[in-house]
C-alpha cells in the first residue's frame, strides 16, 4: 500500500443531501481500492492510518466533546451490526419483516420515505438508536445484505455482509466493505435496488452496466474505502461547512 501520505485519490462527488452540521451537498471526498484484501486487513490498516493522520493533524490523539474524552490511540471495539440493533430495538434485522420494522419506525416516530424497504427502514432505525452511542472510536460491521448492496456476502451467514464503518462522536466517519465481484449477485442486487427506485426510493442504488460487464470480465478480491471531511469537522469540533476550503455559497442578494 506505501506510504500513509501517497495512498490518497482525492476526487470531487455530489449528492442531494441536505445540509447540516455534518453534511452538504457538494463535498470531497477520499477513496482506495485495496486488491487482494478483505475488511479485516482493512480495519487494521485503518486503525494506523486515522492514528497517525490525527495524531499528524492535531498533536494529540486525545480530543473533548460534549463533555467527553475522545482517545483515539486506545484499542478500538469491534461491534456486530445486528446484534447492536437487537440489544437497542429487540428486533433482529436479518429476519424481521417489511411490517415490524414499519411499526417499529413509527413507535420512534421516524419519517418513513415512500417506497422505503426494509433496507431503509433498518438504517433509519439503527441512526435513531444505535448510532448515537457509538462515541468512542470503533468498528461496527457485518449489517444486512439488504444495507450494501456492493459489498460481499459474508461466508458464515449470507444475509449479512463484510462491510466495516469507522465510528466515532455518535456519526459515521468512514466506511470500507470486501467488495462484492461476483456479477449475478451484483446484478441481481442491483434489480432489487432498481424496484425500491421504482417504488418512490429516490437513494436507491442504480443498475449500472458497465461495472457489470466489468464484473464478468473479472475483479480480483478487493477491500475498498471512502471518507469526507467529516473527519477533520467532528475532531476540530465545527460544522462542516466551516472546514471545507470552498463551501457552496449563496448569490448576494
Given at each position: 500500500?506505501?506510504?500513509?501520505?501517497?495512498?490518497?485519490?482525492?476526487?470531487?462527488?455530489?449528492?442531494?443531501?441536505?445540509?447540516?452540521?455534518?453534511?452538504?451537498q457538494d463535498y470531497?471526498?477520499?477513496?482506495?481500492?485495496?486488491?487482494?484484501?478483505?475488511?479485516?486487513?482493512?480495519?487494521?490498516?485503518?486503525?494506523?492510518?486515522?492514528?497517525?493522520?490525527?495524531?499528524?493533524?492535531?498533536?494529540?490523539?486525545?480530543?473533548?466533546?460534549?463533555?467527553?474524552?475522545?482517545?483515539?490511540?486506545?484499542?478500538?471495539?469491534?461491534?456486530?451490526?445486528?446484534?447492536?440493533?437487537?440489544?437497542?430495538?429487540?428486533?433482529?434485522?436479518?429476519?424481521?419483516?417489511?411490517?415490524?420494522?414499519?411499526?417499529?419506525?413509527?413507535?420512534?416516530q421516524i419519517e418513513?420515505?415512500?417506497?422505503?424497504?426494509?433496507?431503509?427502514?433498518?438504517?433509519?432505525?439503527?441512526?435513531?438508536?444505535?448510532?448515537?452511542?457509538?462515541?468512542?472510536?470503533?468498528?461496527?460491521?457485518?449489517?444486512?445484505?439488504?444495507?450494501?448492496?456492493?459489498?460481499?456476502?459474508?461466508?458464515?451467514?449470507?444475509?449479512?455482509?463484510?462491510?466495516?464503518?469507522?465510528?466515532?462522536?455518535?456519526?459515521?466517519?468512514?466506511?470500507?466493505?470486501?467488495?462484492?465481484?461476483?456479477?449475478?449477485?451484483?446484478?441481481?442486487?442491483?434489480?432489487?435496488?432498481?424496484?425500491?427506485?421504482?417504488?418512490?426510493?429516490?437513494?436507491?442504488?442504480?443498475?449500472?452496466?458497465?461495472?457489470?460487464?466489468?464484473?464478468?470480465?473479472?475483479?480480483?478480491?478487493?477491500?475498498?474505502?471512502?471518507?469526507?471531511?467529516?473527519?477533520?469537522?467532528v475532531l476540530a469540533?465545527?460544522?462542516?461547512?466551516?472546514?471545507?476550503?470552498?463551501?457552496?455559497?449563496?448569490?448576494?442578494?
Amino acid at each position: 500500500m506505501g506510504g500513509f501520505e501517497k495512498i490518497y485519490e482525492i476526487g470531487r462527488v455530489f449528492r442531494n443531501e441536505g445540509i447540516d452540521a455534518e453534511h452538504l451537498q457538494d463535498y470531497t471526498q477520499m477513496e482506495f481500492y485495496w486488491a487482494y484484501a478483505d475488511y479485516r486487513q482493512l480495519m487494521t490498516f485503518l486503525k494506523k492510518m486515522y492514528r497517525f493522520v490525527i495524531k499528524k493533524t492535531f498533536g494529540t490523539l486525545v480530543f473533548k466533546w460534549q463533555g467527553k474524552k475522545i482517545d483515539w490511540g486506545k484499542e478500538w471495539k469491534v461491534y456486530d451490526y445486528c446484534k447492536l440493533f437487537f440489544k437497542e430495538n429487540k428486533i433482529d434485522p436479518k429476519t424481521a419483516s417489511l411490517e415490524e420494522l414499519l411499526k417499529k419506525a413509527q413507535s420512534l416516530q421516524i419519517e418513513v420515505p415512500q417506497g422505503a424497504g426494509k433496507g431503509r427502514l433498518i438504517d433509519l432505525i439503527y441512526k435513531k438508536t444505535v448510532r448515537p452511542k457509538l462515541i468512542q472510536p470503533c468498528f461496527l460491521i457485518n449489517p444486512p445484505v439488504e444495507i450494501e448492496p456492493l459489498a460481499k456476502r459474508s461466508e458464515k451467514d449470507p444475509r449479512v455482509v463484510e462491510r466495516l464503518q469507522v465510528m466515532a462522536y455518535g456519526t459515521e466517519l468512514g466506511k470500507g466493505f470486501s467488495e462484492l465481484n461476483d456479477p449475478q449477485d451484483q446484478r441481481e442486487r442491483f434489480e432489487e435496488q432498481m424496484k425500491l427506485r421504482a417504488a418512490g426510493d429516490k437513494e436507491a442504488q442504480m443498475l449500472d452496466e458497465d461495472f457489470l460487464e466489468a464484473l464478468e470480465y473479472g475483479m480480483p478480491p478487493t477491500a475498498g474505502f471512502g471518507m469526507s471531511e467529516r473527519l477533520f469537522a467532528v475532531l476540530a469540533n465545527k460544522p462542516i461547512r466551516e472546514t471545507i476550503f470552498f463551501p457552496p455559497m449563496k448569490k448576494k442578494s
